[in-house]
């Protein structure tokens, strides 16, 4: 047949049983609209999962199959149809991988965004899509993936997984000025996940507290509090660790400095926040590599005369770390040991023993 020539309903029929998938698609609709009856539309439906089915057979990942598979994915009769929509996910998966995988990124994100705005797919679509992207491009651009899944009834099945709690959390915090109050953050929160999700994300979130940057975990910190999620106990660790990581002046060293402070009075709660900070690996104390020792001193002497107690076992671990007394698998418990050593005298801390004992360690 011509190009021009109009294909009928038998010609379609013909094209079926070849398995000629891509012809068939072609001129579907060459029937006019009002022939397109239930026979039409059943086989549109069987050519159009067959078809993907077959690309994902033959590894056809070509950008000629993807916008044929997006014009489909246009029609009407094939939009509603949960088979072909499923299908159309796991052939576009394959393509946005093989994609990635050729260095073309940036493409493949605007093809993703096509891919997206045409018909959302499924949830779980979504979030594997996060997943494959997620090097690739900032939370800004997932956008739409990320609140598609994180308002979904589904939520509490991903909310709390690494890479999507990472996407989300960034998305998050982009979305809201340096210095936002509770109300902006709460706003944030609620425009971004469900309650389930946030339920699940929120564990997920804390523990972010300990590995961040000082200025992040802070702005973590608030945005948590928005929420009044932190136990005491919670905060007591959170802040005393934030302390003892030597953060630049500002609101948040205010807030660990009067926590610390409050901690002197409150023999259970620092307990507590000892044996937290004793489960870190490696011990919490970028402080004491503070420069220069202006700088240091006070702060260290507040953190001593409040929590006297963890700066006793840090120098006893980084002791037995040093002379073998004390196996570390994960190596020296105590990195900044030797910074806190080396200001001894100006601290007047340990105690002269200790120093010697040090010294004669380190020869």
Avoid at 213 to 224: I, K, N, S, T
Wanted: charged fraction near 25%; include cysteine; aromatic fraction near 12%.
């Amino acid at each position: 047949m011509s190009q021009t020539t109009v294909y009928t309903i038998a010609d379609l029929e013909s094209l079926e049983i070849q398995k000629n998938f891509r012809e068939f698609v072609r001129h579907a609709h060459d029937i006019r609209p009002s022939q397109r009856d239930r026979h039409w539309r059943e086989m549109v439906i069987s050519v159009g999962t067959q078809y993907l089915d077959d690309l994902v057979a033959r590894k056809e990942f070509s950008k000629e199959s993807f916008n044929e598979v997006e014009m489909l994915a246009s029609w009407p009769v094939l939009r509603e149809d949960l088979f072909f929509v499923a299908k159309r996910d796991r052939f576009t998966q394959r393509y946005l991988t093989q994609c990635l995988s050729q260095k073309e990124s940036k493409l493949c994100l605007s093809q993703l965004k096509q891919f997206w705005n045409n018909l959302p797919g499924e949830v779980e679509t979504a979030s594997q899509l996060i997943q494959l992207f997620s090097d690739y491009a900032p939370a800004q651009e997932l956008s739409s993936l990320i609140l598609m899944v994180s308002k979904n009834p589904q939520a509490r099945f991903y909310c709390g997984r690494e890479t999507f709690a990472a996407n989300l959390l960034n998305l998050m915090m982009n979305s809201l000025p340096i210095d936002f109050n509770e109300a902006q953050a709460q706003k944030v929160i609620q425009d971004s996940a469900s309650k389930e999700c946030w339920d699940q994300w929120s564990p997920w979130a804390k523990a972010q507290l300990f590995k961040a940057p000082a200025l992040l975990a802070d702005r973590y910190y608030r945005l948590l509090q928005s929420k009044s999620v932190m136990s005491l106990e919670e905060q007591d660790l959170y802040l005393s660790y934030y302390f003892l990581q030597g953060p630049k002046p500002g609101d948040g060293l205010n807030r660990a400095w009067n926590r610390v402070q409050e901690l002197a009075e409150q023999f259970e709660r620092r307990q507590n926040v000892v044996k937290g900070l004793m489960q870190l690996d490696p011990l919490p104390g970028k402080l004491f590599a503070m420069r220069p020792i202006e700088k240091l001193k006070p702060m260290f002497k507040h953190f001593q005369k409040s929590i006297p107690e963890y700066l006793d076992r840090y120098v006893e671990n980084c002791l037995n770390y040093m002379d073998g007394t004390k196996t570390y698998p994960n190596g020296n418990p105590t990195v900044e040991c030797q910074d806190l050593f080396q200001y001894s005298d100006a601290l007047n801390w340990p105690e002269p023993p200790i120093r010697q004992k040090y010294s004669a360690i380190k020869k």
